[in-house]
């Protein structure tokens, strides 16, 4: 294991394939919670916390407990069980120990249960055979990728509120069409570094 | 009841569409709209898992204490959306290697949990039935017009045959051409509404009325 593959997976997953903008992964997150730069932070922060608990959970499960059992097929069911609760137990655990944590990501916490990234990353960590380490990089890439991704966007939607839009296209087309340009200017970063 | 019947197949079609109305399931439509093959494939699977959770949900919502609902709604789900996984993999291997762990993240789509919770837990079995199959059309319909338009500007070609003409613009099979795709679909919902409905505003073509105070209080 050297780092060079490690910051190769790490590039991929935050830029070249960002999980936003390329994949299409936790779309209902992006337009639903972009309206303002403050929750855009504040959700950024809860996934990039949620998705490393969840990666670390859903990993060792998966190698030391459904492979071994050959159940793999109760893949879906348990990773949504384990994401689901785990949510529930660390709000919970947030709640009574760290208050200050909990009143800046509190309510973006149950908002996450039904936020495809986190079992996507789950399922993807899986299908590409990573070890533990490369799916915790793997985890940070895709989680920062997000935060990147839904802040700078966060920042273009509140000039298009005072911005001139001409009217069929007010609403939701003329954030679809500024979410193609960033895309088109994510595509740019293929081949940064060599990677594909 | 007939008449019930109807109302509850167009609902899904046509008044609350999921994908150009309500705006929900994105994800998977934007990412398997490539080509008309995968986004049929991807309809098919959606409509299938609806239509089996909502029947199950439907049956036994009387047993089911409302405290626990949405587990027991997401195991239903979670049962269903593996059966066709497996299905897929073992009959279609082309259409899972294309649609990937968008078959799995069927279990976390906003439409099939939303209408189990607002439709399935509240009605019979037979206006559930009815309802997962309009909104499984409704959501095969938007997802195949996006992919029509994706793969003919795209790569110039219809479910892979022959390409129709030279020189395709490839942006449209690529991430941004999904956006873009989308957004006049939605764009031309908005026109159709708003021709359809004429409404006169006192601040109607007033080159400020976009950042004017009355218009901004209007929205809110």
Redesign the interface.
Known sequence: MNFFELFVIFISAMLINNIL????????SF?GISNSFKSSIGMSFAVIFVMILATSVSWPVYHFLLLPLKIE?????SF??II?SLVQFVELFMKKYFIPLYHALGIYLPLIT???AI??VA??NI?YNYNFLEAIVYTLGVSFGYTFAIVLFASIRERID????P???????????T???M??AF?GFAGLFGIH | MTKTIIKTFLNGILYENPILII??G??PT??CSSSLSDAIGMGISVTFVLVCSNVIISSIRKLVPSEIRI?VF??II??F??IT??TIQAYFPALSKSL??FI??I????II?GRAEAFAYKNNVILSFVDGIGMGLGFTIAICGLAFIRELLGNGTLFGSKPFFSNPIL?FI???????G???L??IW??IK?TSTPKIKPCNGCSLS??CYHENMEKK
């Open positions: 903008l390329i994949r299409f992964i936790a779309l209902c337009f097929f109760l893949r879906t069911v949504i069980l689901a039904t936020n495809c079992l996507a399922f993807l299908d005072i911005a001139p839009v009217e069929f296209l007010k609403g939701y087309p003329i954030i679809f069409f979410a193609a340009l895309a088109l595509m | 705006l929900i994105l994800c934007l990412a587990p997401i195991v979670a049962t959306v593996t996984d497996y990937g762990v799995p993240l279990v976390v789509n906003c949990l942006m690529l991430p941004p051409g999904a956006f873009i989308i957004g006049i939605i764009s908005q026109y708003k976009s950042i």
